[in-house]
């Protein structure tokens, strides 16, 4: 290949976001990945993710995901997806008490109240509902009196693997190379850009865009591995006893939080990835784990422990019976944000990590922003809000 304007480490969600959109605007991308992607090595896989627009993580991430709607709809009409199997939306909820709403979640109070604000501020459209009318509304779910929702129409389900791979379809029709299965051994300056070394030979670029999730804090070392913690992670499927009420139309993706902090929390899907059961979760934030290490088989006590700390009482007709696990990983930053930045000894290195578990609806979004800011455009959704130091 002739020499490339940029190396993408890591092909995910973000990394095939930017090679992609790279790629359309004519620089020369070379898009490396030690696996070949889609895969389930890290934090892009796992059937479903949850797209919502009013993100209650702050007023930043709003633009991106607005955008990234758009952006799988682009995918779609340009043939890298059949209609309906990037994005399919079923709605979502956001459930919660006034209590549980001044606890953090990811790194800040006010998850709940924060996301009708802006919802109100970009036009969003949603509806607040009390317990009774989620109850009526939409049975299989079973809130307590003192607890309301948040309900917004065009919230819905993104099929990672196949966004992934429609991105990296997308990237190498406009030209990019793609290497999978070579092994990034480290980054350092080079003469007009930055130099790679991998296990099967050294690449040159004018500027490296390093999206390697779990495994960029042992690339970009400081200032930015101190920030960065890999977290474990297992997403369950529970059989259910009312498929109807939990298969769309009838079901919306949900958000629950039930105490004062991020693992008083679950988050589910309706049923329709493939798998006889409906899909829950939760996020641990205290346990760390190395990549290449990472015990990625679930143990029954785990799947008692969703069940009983999370489901029992608030999902109807979802029984304790396992009809799939998966492990994925996060790479999460202390307060939850983003981290997007150029190396401050490696200008032409830019660092792409810390999605915290709530990255992939804005993926699309970010990867254009992150392309245009690095070929000098001015991006459709700003990034100043993930800087080293903001």
Request: aromatic share 8%; charged share 20%.
């Amino acid at each position: 290949m002739p020499s490339a304007d940029v190396i993408v480490v890591g092909l995910g969600a973000v990394g095939s976001a930017v090679a992609h959109h790279l790629a359309r605007r004519g620089a020369c991308v070379l898009g490396l990945d030690r696996f070949r992607p889609p895969h389930d090595r890290g934090s892009s896989h796992g059937r479903t993710r949850i797209t919502r627009l009013a993100v209650g993580e702050g007023a930043a991430y709003v633009p991106l995901a607005i955008r990234s709607h758009a952006l799988w709809a682009e995918l779609q009409a340009e043939g890298h997806a059949p209609e309906g199997l990037l994005y399919r939306r079923t709605g979502g909820l956001v459930l919660g008490s006034d209590a549980a709403d001044a606890g953090a979640f990811h790194g800040q109070a006010g998850f709940f109240s924060r996301t009708a604000a802006l919802a109100q501020q970009f036009g969003i459209r949603h509806e607040l509902l009390d317990a009774a009318a989620v109850r009526r509304r939409f049975p299989q779910f079973m809130p307590q009196d003192h607890e309301r929702a948040y309900f917004e129409p065009d919230a819905g389900v993104l099929a990672p693997e196949r966004c992934v791979a429609a991105q990296l379809s997308a990237a190498a029709r406009h030209g990019a190379y793609l290497r999978y299965g070579q092994r990034v051994l480290s980054v350092s300056a080079g003469p007009g850009g930055a130099s790679l070394q991998t296990d099967c030979g050294t690449f040159a670029a004018a500027q490296v865009v390093l999206a390697a999730g779990a495994w960029n804090p042992g690339l970009a070392g400081e200032p930015f591995a101190p920030r960065l913690a890999v977290q474990r992670q297992v997403l369950h499927w529970f059989a259910t006893s009312t498929p109807a009420l939990w298969s769309a139309p009838a079901s919306p993706i949900f958000i629950w939080l039930h105490g004062p902090t991020l693992e008083d929390s679950m988050y589910g899907f309706p049923m329709g990835d493939g798998v006889d059961g409906v899909k829950v979760a939760t996020e641990q934030v205290r346990l760390r784990c190395d990549p290449d290490a990472v015990d990625r088989e679930v143990q029954p006590h785990e799947v008692r422990a969703m069940f009983e700390r999370h489901v029992r009482g608030r999902l109807g007709g979802v029984g304790p019976h396992s009809v799939g696990t998966v492990t994925c990983l996060y790479t999460s930053t202390v307060d939850g944000r983003f981290l997007v930045d150029r190396h401050p000894a490696m200008p032409a290195l830019t660092v792409v990590s810390a999605c915290s578990g709530h990255g992939f609806k804005h993926s699309a979004g970010l990867g254009e922003a992150i392309a245009q800011d690095l070929l000098g455009e001015v991006p459709h959704a700003s990034l100043e809000a993930f800087r080293l130091g903001a």
